[in-house]
């Protein structure tokens, strides 16, 4: 299987040569592991690489943290770190006394938590890099930059990737973005999709909430993606499954944690009092949310009543993943008032909100971005907004609104 490049090295080469400590976070089978281990062979390192996968591994690791890294001596490349959080007061004990940069090269699964503990052992010692399933413009080897709105930009893109169809981009979307199936290891999704919805209930999902009935929780999964790219509300995903909405929220900080969902938030201000405060649901990956809500094909995903939310999920999804690969915290909301004027996605960038509309229809017009003037009330100045839908060219609608095609994304 050839090693796809990821966007985010750049970021991890530079921050190993400053910090100590580099702990990539994300959820299973993104390439964390992958990815690290590229970077050392490419640069000529030779250093040992230990996985807590191992129960031997993980049962010196937590018993004796001081013998595991006499074992284990840095540089070292430790997998699955969140089996083993005791080790992360030794490492600060060794960074404090010296331990030069690049000396331990960490990964795990479980985000929200692996940061709450590096933040408490290790504040100001450690790079953490969070990394995602992988993006369009990965897999088709283009450069990657955040997402901005250079009418110039989006033209090279297009010479250099060229017009996609609305159906291959259905493809992509049912296919997902996992680095094993972009490269074509796999091409049964459901046996994979299966057996990766199973391993993350009963390795990540168990640890962070105990017993838990898994096909309960799948179920659960699966009324959360049958939600994805709406308004969050706890009630029927919980009526949908039969438990309380307290417990449906806890399990969604569960796939949250683990790297399985985010969360837009709307974007409000003084000048903008009357909107809603609910977040909406996305998925990192469409692929999961295809097989999650039994899609079984592109072809009828795409027909489907949830093909217009499987194109806002994906083009939301590839924005977040351009800010993390470049190292930014992604600055994006949505925007709903109680007069139901609504903008898909709001980019707050350069001292601007540039508003996006997220469309299924290969014929954008401008009345689709009627409701961006409700951003002139605010108290940053509304910048370049955009169509982004299934059009294959390029083009802009008025002096302030481009037509982006989602397959350049």
């Known amino acids: 299987m050839d090693y796809i490049p990821r966007a985010i090295e750049p970021l991890v080469e530079q921050v190993a040569s400053e910090y100590s400590v580099l702990l990539v976070t994300g959820p299973r089978q993104v390439g964390k592991s992958t990815l690290l281990k590229h970077i050392l062979t490419r640069e000529g390192h030779e250093i040992e690489q230990v996985s807590l996968d191992d129960l031997t591994e993980r049962q010196l690791a937590t018993t004796d943290p001081a013998m595991f890294f006499q074992v284990h001596v840095p540089p070292v490349l430790i997998d699955e770190v969140q089996y083993a959080p005791d080790l992360f007061p030794t490492i600060k004990m060794m960074v404090d006394n010296g331990a030069p940069a690049g000396s331990f090269w960490l990964t795990g699964s479980q985000q929200f938590r692996l940061m709450e503990l590096a933040g408490e052992s290790l504040a100001g010692r450690v790079a953490l890099i969070p990394l995602s399933s992988m993006t369009q413009g990965e897999n088709e080897r283009e450069p990657a930059s955040p997402f901005a709105f250079d009418l110039a930009y989006w033209k090279e893109r297009q010479k250099s990737v060229g017009a996609k169809p609305v159906s291959a981009l259905f493809e992509q979307m049912h296919r997902g973005a996992m680095p094993a199936v972009d490269a074509g290891r796999y091409t049964n999704l459901a046996l994979f999709y299966g057996s990766y919805l199973q391993t993350y209930i009963e390795r990540d999902v168990r640890r962070l909430l105990g017993s838990v009935d898994a096909l309960q929780f799948a179920d659960f999964m699966r009324a959360a993606a049958a939600r994805c790219s709406q308004m969050l509300n706890m009630a029927p ?116 909100l540039h508003p996006v509309e997220i469309k299924k229809t290969a014929s954008p017009n ?18 370049r907004g955009a169509i982004i839908c299934a059009s294959e060219q390029v083009g802009a609608l008025d002096a302030d609104t481009l037509v982006i095609p989602a397959g350049l994304l």
Request: charged share 20%.
């Open 366 to 383: 401008l009345s689709m971005a009627r409701s961006f003037s409700v951003l002139e009330r605010s108290t940053l100045p509304r910048g």
């Open 237 to 352: 995903i919980a009526q949908d499954v039969g438990i309380r909405a307290e417990k449906a929220k806890a399990w969604l900080s569960v796939l949250e944690k683990s790297g399985i969902i985010f969360y837009l938030h709307p974007y409000s201000n003084n000048q903008l009092k009357r909107t809603v405060k609910a977040p909406k649901l996305y998925f990192h990956d469409c692929g999961l949310v295809a097989y999650l809500t039994k899609w079984t094909s592109a072809a009828t995903m795409g027909a489907g009543a949830m093909g217009g939310a499987f194109m806002e999920n994906f083009v939301v999804s590839e924005i977040w993943k351009s800010y993390l690969n470049a190292g930014l915290e992604p600055p994006l909301y949505y925007y709903r008032d109680h007069d139901a004027k609504e903008i898909d996605l709001v980019i707050e960038a350069d001292g601007a």
